[in-house]
């Protein structure tokens, strides 16, 4: 498959608007369809697809399974830090009004980043189990 | 900076370990990834105790995540029921770490040590808010939280055993199916009344009569809860878990993980389906009862043909928590009460017991069966002692934790079911020292193999099994207040009519 030059070259003019759609679906998210959940999904699909056609070496290469541990942990922590940050602020736990000048930028800008939070987090997840069930060796056992 | 801290409490006790975990996971020397833990499951306990003080001055606490007010947004609620889980728990879960310390290095490599702790911390904020939560979806997420944690904690044994690679996959797909049956139950709750606050519901269900989709509503969550409880046939999936798992995760599992879903049991039997009394006291009669009657014996004899130590254990959880169901099923105040109190008291017991066996693997170095434990009491009479002090506790002698709980659940018996269920209460209990005194007669009168003998156990081990061990003795001389804290919450739940 490594060798099949039409794969290799669509996934290389694919990678980048898979991306960007995923990006477009996640930042669209206050106004249509979409949102953290499915652009994690969109935004993990091109890597995973990176990952099949080039191999898993050459992905993990792309996005080294640490860093991938470490925006995993980092996007829920961004969703926990809002809420903490509006408690700093002496209101309740993810009360976004406070973030704002008034009620309606504080909402916006709440969910836009705890909306990103869960998109970094879903992705990195599903990158990092297609990582461990792709790497997974049968008798080597742990 | 204190309002804020104080105002926050009930949410502080969820998020805390939640954020932690985060940063425990990414942290690579397995020594402070023990000591962050260490410190937030102190955090978490200290809290619980404020949180405490707070109940007993303003009796319920109710908390609107993101400024949304209930029934409309999520709702914490801390009350005179939820907050004894939530002492258990947390208590519990820094004893269990303090106990880990050098037991997790012994068992586990030294990279996954703190992927461990992290699952840990999660495991706990899990539970923790399964109890504290108000909103019957939210509690769905939770005990998704705190299964998934487990069973990746369960997981993590695979370095000793594979078997808990099965054990997990067991707990995985029983637990998926006891989680899905609860969130079928709240969907067809959700199409009856039209919301997912659990105070709401009840008043929602008030006002209508009652009908199919309530009564399968009902089945769904009770069955999806006992399932997570390990109530009588559906507890397969446990004594393999707990065998299993890393020996420090049977501790923290075995005390606390069962216990947050009792709670849950209770709260939606006396709770949130109060206005439908006739379904849920058929179900008591009918269905509750005779099960927790099969689990307390069948957990019993299991247990004494059993000859692996940790599973031994774990069949005398089923049984331990038939007596809990069995006092919530007769359905008075009293034996509200008495499950509550037996709740709390078998969290002590069972940790005790468990962080005995995993001291004695520890030093011994292999798994601990019947015939490993051979002449053993006289290598380590601390550990030996703590064991049969723990041990009796579990029998229900007078003086100990186990005696009080069985006081108060044979009284209630006796006054509103008659002599027979009290006389099988009797006769379960002296099974139970049927199992108990193989273990303790294994240990003190049997030979000691040759190799045990240079056996010198440490403090850092046994600090706090004593800790746990004294516990167990003074809630049995001096029980005033699991007792008063438990007919709180039995007074709260069942209201002032029965």
New interface residues.
Partial sequence: MYKNPILRVCTKILFAPIILFGLYVQFHGDYGPGGGFQAGVIVASAFILYSIVFGLNEGQKLLPPKVN??LL?FG??LY?AV??IT??M????????VLGENYQAGQHLGILIIEFGVGLTVCNVMIALFNSFSGYQPNQ?? | MIDIFINNLPILIVTVPLMMSLFVVLVTNSYLSFLLTLATTFITFLIAILLYQEVQSYSSISYALGNWLPPLGIEYIIDHVSIIPIIIISGIGFLATLFAYKIMPSELSDSSISKTYGLWLLAISGLIGLVTTGDAFNLFVFLEISSLASVALVAMGAKQDRQALIAAYNYLIIGAVGATFYVIGVGLIYAITGTLNLADITSKLALMEDNRALIAGFGFMVVGIMVKAAVFPLHIWLPRAYAYAPSAVSILLAATATKASLYILARILFSVFLPSENIVSFTLTYIILPLSVFAMFGGTIMAIYEKDIKRLLAHSSIAQIGYITLAFSIGTKSSVAAGFIHMSNHALIKGGLFMAITSISYYIQKRVTIENLSGLGKAMPITFCCFIICSLSLAGLPLTAGFISKLYLIKSAISSEGLWLSFMILFSSALSLIYLWKMIETLWLSPLNKKDIKIKEKPVIYSSLLLITFLNIYFGLDASLIVNSSFNASNLLLGINK
Avoid at chain 1, 91 to 97: C, I, V
């Fill in positions: 541990l470490v942990a829920a922590f926990g809420g903490f408690m700093l002496g209101e309740p736990f993810l009360s976004y009004n056992g742990s």
